[in-house]
């Protein structure tokens, strides 16, 4: 576990669509590790003013997925199963991190869990948590 | 429940920045059902071409808000305060929809269902489910 | 999906230690579906007299396991990879049922919804409905 | 949250028929935090030798109610609204042990992690991980 997949992990951030629409920045990553940020703006709010639920788990789940990438093979990618998140309080603020950390490494399955962090800079809190489940599969594999 | 809480769904779907910027649009609405349909774009992709899980996810959960808050009186919200999904298939196409119903009803707690389809528009596939538990909240409530 | 697995089923139903000290019967078999039952006793029930919550997960769970293996290969086995249950009621009465059907096969990985009912015979309420992933394994793979 | 609700803690541990059934055993207990174990035996397995899902689910929802309920005021109890557990690898050995820490309390909702340990008592490993929504119910509430 000692080199983690670099590549796959920055592919993952760099070429996603959606992801850089949504503006999310890869911050730091690590074995088994992956954190990210993202600079709110109006567009990422639902109706009541907070941070749509929907663009917390954008960015719990794709932070999982490159979280758990940094620990396969090279030609090996993952791909979300399921994934659950809690909402624990009204995100509001200008900034939205997320911290994922590999729960359980697996060579079919890989568990991730989620830390999604909301407020000013200075004072950022948990606002939700994800479980998320990858399946890990392989070009190759007939699946 | 003969008379839906019809302005609040339309407020939930009219008023969401984060909704208007995906392009999502409300198709029907009954007593604890909601419709709603997305016309994809290069945008609402992964890194391997398929439909983001969290374009899928915040579609089902926005679209279980707007069904749960069918029911709900004047003057009541709804807030998501969990949901798990279920990505069952890759999504392709050119269209996302989704369904959800409401499972069951509560003063306090809704708990709603979401189908999400993707594909050409002649051959849509279930490609996810969802499963949201929705908090119900009034402006009074001290919480 | 014509042949069932009908030795995989009963093996789970008739050998699982578990299931057979908590009383939970199979009721009927088909492609991709199970049913089962438990005539409730006072040692079901948690500390305010409804059923425990643990014990409709149980079921829940074991049932969709059974509706699962209905429909894996002779030789291969399933083993839970996560569920979630939604509590939709207090459940009370003499008896509880569980009704599991697949939502979405795979070789990989198998989802599967389950209904809980309890109550009286005649009248029997929904109380909880999960969600369960099955990984579905071969003896021979190096997992 | 000096100090913790510790009848409302027992009475959950020593008054739940199933748990008493099961064998579960109340260890410690803190703000917000529960501990439990169960001595394993033969009928606690499931069809392949493993600790049943069920009972581990049953120690990870009762253990993260009994955690929930150090919070609460005197009077209100906590019924489960759903939790998801996510079973990590095959659980064998002579112990089940359980920690649960609450997450996010709440007036209405409170949110509890559970983590589910296996093995000789030696060498306990961690075999599921659970997250659980309790409502917060008081007798009075017209709900």
Not at 19 to 29: C, E, M, N
Not at 68 to 82: K, M, N, R, Y
């Amino acid at each position: 576990m000692g080199e983690i997949n670099q590549a796959e992990v920055e592919r993952i951030f760099l070429s996603a669509p959606f992801i850089r629409d949504l503006g999310a920045k890869l911050v730091a990553v690590g074995p088994g590790e992956c954190r990210s940020s993202l600079t709110l703006e109006a567009r990422h709010l639902q109706q009541d003013g907070y941070v749509h639920a929907g663009v917390q788990a954008t960015l719990a789940d794709h932070t999982a997925g490159a979280a758990g990438a940094t620990l396969i093979e090279p030609g090996q990618f993952v791909l979300s199963a399921e994934f659950k998140i809690n909402l624990l309080r009204p995100a509001k603020g200008s900034l939205l991190t997320c911290s994922a950390k590999v729960l359980k490494p697996g060579s079919a399955l890989t568990v991730v869990e989620s830390e999604v962090f909301c407020g000013p800079i200075e004072d950022l809190r948990l606002v939700s948590k994800a479980t998320v489940t990858l399946a890990i599969l392989s070009p190759r594999a007939d699946r």
